[in-house]
């Protein structure tokens, strides 16, 4: 037999000696153009959906995409659609206000892949940071001033170095307590008198120096305290917001999750590729830093980025899933104690909703039959919008320029000519608007990835809208032209 098989095949080649090569060559080629499109496949499209749709197109989820756009925002609907098409959301929702009017309102996808539940325009996300936007809501009663040391307003603040630190410092993250000391447990968190004494006693954490290092979970605690110090009722930021702007402007934001509404909510997914990639991200960064050990010096002590950054992100919210484990992200409890930096409650449309008042002014937008009375005063909005010098973030890395209301003008990637004023949530999620241009926007999705600042999801479509608005403009200013 195999001396036959000898023959045979040197026959064979004996006869056709030049196709020799290429019989041989052709299939190791094919071989490897196969293996590579696959690897390309797997490793770009769609890290949600299931291997054998991402492989060969097989067994993909029957993603569809309801709501609407006006007829001059049909590029984000195009947009929005061809994110579900590359297999990169789970459940998303997008909308988005112009001078006041929807005008895109989308959402599409599964709020639940095992269920099959659809991601709707009342699905509940958690937004993480994006819930840090809502610090304006109390500043316009008069009970706080942003210029006020914290320690007016709660006289046990000023232990530890942290005397002169002011409410403005607090809301733009250069208050010294950028993470605690002590661990805290879920009991201490629901009582908020242990808290505040929790919060007090912890000495700043650069002897009084300011400067910016992301308060990623404590800024919400200190907040609410200060709140509750000067609300006549006590209460915190969730309550006044439950009782004073939900129902009022017909709009969701929970800052701790009432258990009748946890069949809403939206269950999270990350893909493992995420999970891989961020990991070599936190090896690449360990070697980094052992090459710069000193990153910055303040206070005469240096201060490592990587230490500041886990003390920050990891030792801080039972309950609520590890930041910095993402196996744990996805397993999300009903939470039921408030952070207000980072366990908001709410969706796309509440968000952008909330944007367009503010973009308007404060006033409530007309024709929705909610709440004439006015959100924030003019005045209020110009104050929260004033820009604050450009600062170095020390746990971000990054440079901003922050408003006084604590957030953030953005120059987004695509879209550097337009600043959009606000911020965004671990995973994906954004609360954004620009007044200029009268929009204002609110992303929410499930599929988590590894960004701060929104990503390539919120930005493409972003962009989209920012080009529909420019023309619109340029229109509308040609017309009153050709009029005169
Ligand atoms: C996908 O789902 C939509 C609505 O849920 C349904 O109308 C449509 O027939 C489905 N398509 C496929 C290919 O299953
Ligand atoms: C607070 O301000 C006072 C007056 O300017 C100053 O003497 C004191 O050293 C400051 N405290 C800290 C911790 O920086
Ligand atoms: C990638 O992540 C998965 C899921 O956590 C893990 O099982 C696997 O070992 C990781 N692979 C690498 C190369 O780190
Ligand atoms: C996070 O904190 C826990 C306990 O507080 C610790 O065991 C774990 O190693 C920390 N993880 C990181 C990445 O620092
Ligand atoms: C400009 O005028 C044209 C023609 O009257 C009209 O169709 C269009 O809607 C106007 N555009 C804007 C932005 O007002």
């Given at each position: 037999?195999?001396?036959?098989?000898?023959?045979?095949?040197?026959?064979?080649?004996?006869?056709?000696?030049?196709?020799?090569?290429?019989?041989?060559?052709?299939?190791?080629?094919?071989?490897?153009?196969?293996?590579?499109?696959?690897?390309?496949?797997?490793?770009?499209?769609?890290?949600?959906?299931?291997?054998?749709?991402?492989?060969?197109?097989?067994?993909?989820?029957?993603?569809?995409?309801?709501?609407?756009?006006?007829?001059?925002?049909?590029?984000?609907?195009?947009?929005?659609?061809?994110?579900?098409?590359?297999?990169?959301?789970?459940?998303?929702?997008?909308?988005?206000?112009?001078?006041?009017?929807?005008?895109?309102?989308?959402?599409?996808?599964?709020?639940?892949?095992?269920?099959?539940?659809?991601?709707?325009?009342?699905?509940?996300?958690?937004?993480?940071?994006?819930?840090?936007?809502?610090?304006?809501?109390?500043?316009?009663?008069?009970?706080?001033?942003?210029?006020?040391?914290?320690?007016?307003?709660?006289?046990?603040?000023?232990?530890?170095?942290?005397?002169?630190?002011?409410?403005?410092?607090?809301?733009?993250?250069?208050?010294?307590?950028?993470?605690?000391?002590?661990?805290?447990?879920?009991?201490?968190?629901?009582?908020?008198?242990?808290?505040?004494?929790?919060?007090?006693?912890?000495?700043?954490?650069?002897?009084?120096?300011?400067?910016?290092?992301?308060?990623?979970?404590?800024?919400?605690?200190?907040?609410?305290?200060?709140?509750?110090?000067?609300?006549?009722?006590?209460?915190?930021?969730?309550?006044?917001?439950?009782?004073?702007?939900?129902?009022?402007?017909?709009?969701?934001?929970?800052?701790?999750?009432?258990?009748?509404?946890?069949?809403?909510?939206?269950?999270?997914?990350?893909?493992?590729?995420?999970?891989?990639?961020?990991?070599?991200?936190?090896?690449?960064?360990?070697?980094?830093?052992?090459?710069?050990?000193?990153?910055?010096?303040?206070?005469?002590?240096?201060?490592?980025?990587?230490?500041?950054?886990?003390?920050?992100?990891?030792?801080?919210?039972?309950?609520?899933?590890?930041?910095?484990?993402?196996?744990?992200?996805?397993?999300?409890?009903?939470?039921?104690?408030?952070?207000?930096?980072?366990?908001?409650?709410?969706?796309?449309?509440?968000?952008?909703?909330?944007?367009?008042?503010?973009t308007n002014n404060g006033q409530p937008?007309?024709?929705?039959?909610?709440?004439?009375?006015?959100?924030?005063?003019?005045?209020?909005?110009?104050?929260?919008?004033t820009k604050l010098p450009v600062a170095?973030?020390?746990?971000?890395?990054?440079?901003?320029?922050?408003?006084?209301?604590?957030?953030?003008?953005?120059?987004?990637?695509?879209?550097?000519?337009?600043?959009?004023?606000?911020?965004?949530?671990?995973?994906?999620?954004?609360?954004?608007?620009?007044?200029?241009?009268?929009?204002?926007?609110?992303?929410?999705?499930?599929?988590?990835?590894?960004?701060?600042?929104?990503?390539?999801?919120?930005?493409?479509?972003?962009?989209?809208?920012?080009?529909?608005?420019?023309?619109?403009?340029?229109?509308?200013?040609?017309?009153?032209?050709?009029?005169?």
């Open positions: 037999m195999e001396n036959e098989k000898s023959t045979s095949s040197k026959k064979e080649s004996n006869s056709y000696p030049s196709n020799n090569a290429r019989t041989k060559f052709f299939p190791i080629s094919v071989f490897v153009l196969v293996i590579s499109v696959m690897i390309y496949r797997v490793f770009t499209f769609g890290p949600f959906a299931p291997l054998s749709c991402r492989l060969l197109r097989i067994g993909c989820l029957n993603m569809t995409v309801q709501g609407d756009v006006s007829p001059e925002f049909i590029d984000v609907k195009k947009a929005f659609v061809k994110i579900f098409e590359s297999g990169e959301e789970v459940g998303s929702s997008l909308v988005a206000y112009y001078n006041g009017k929807l005008v895109v309102e989308l959402y599409g996808g599964y709020a639940d892949l095992e269920t099959k539940r659809e991601y709707d325009k009342d699905t509940l996300q958690i937004v993480y940071s994006s819930s840090k936007v809502m610090v304006y809501i109390y500043i316009d009663r008069g009970l706080l001033n942003y210029n006020e040391k914290i320690s007016k307003y709660w006289p046990e603040f000023a232990q530890g170095n942290k005397e002169n630190v002011t409410l403005l410092d607090l809301v733009n993250h250069r208050a010294g307590v950028t993470y605690l000391e002590t661990q805290l447990t879920k009991s201490d968190l629901e009582d908020l008198d242990k808290l505040a004494k929790i919060l007090a006693a912890q000495p700043h954490i650069f002897d009084g120096v300011t400067a910016r290092a992301y308060h990623a979970a404590t800024r919400g605690w200190y907040l609410n305290e200060i709140v509750r110090r000067v609300d006549p009722k006590r209460r915190t930021m969730g309550q006044i917001i439950s009782e004073e702007i939900m129902k009022q402007y017909d709009l969701e934001f929970y800052f701790s999750l009432p258990s009748n509404l946890v069949p809403r909510v939206s269950t999270l997914y990350y893909a493992p590729i995420t999970e891989n990639i961020s990991r070599m991200r936190l090896i690449l960064l360990d070697w980094l830093y052992k090459k710069r050990s000193e990153s910055f010096i303040i206070n005469k002590k240096s201060i490592k980025q990587k230490d500041l950054m886990m003390k920050a992100f990891n030792n801080t919210i039972p309950g609520l899933p590890h930041i910095l484990e993402l196996k744990e992200v996805t397993k999300l409890e009903a939470i039921t104690f408030e952070c207000p930096s980072v366990t908001g409650f709410s969706n796309a449309k509440s968000m952008a909703k909330l944007g367009a008042i503010i937008l007309n024709n929705d039959g909610s709440s004439n009375k006015p959100l924030l005063s003019k005045n209020t909005v110009d104050l929260i919008s170095l973030d020390h746990i971000i890395g990054l440079n901003f320029t922050p408003a006084i209301g604590g957030f953030a003008y953005l120059k987004l990637p695509g879209i550097e000519d337009v600043e959009f004023l606000g911020w965004g949530g671990f995973g994906g999620s954004m609360f954004i608007w620009n007044r200029e241009l009268g929009i204002s926007i609110g992303y929410a999705m499930n599929a988590l990835r590894m960004s701060t600042i929104g990503d390539k999801r919120v930005w493409g479509m972003l962009k989209e809208i920012v080009n529909v608005v420019k023309k619109l403009k340029k229109e509308q200013s040609e017309n009153s032209s050709s009029k005169k």
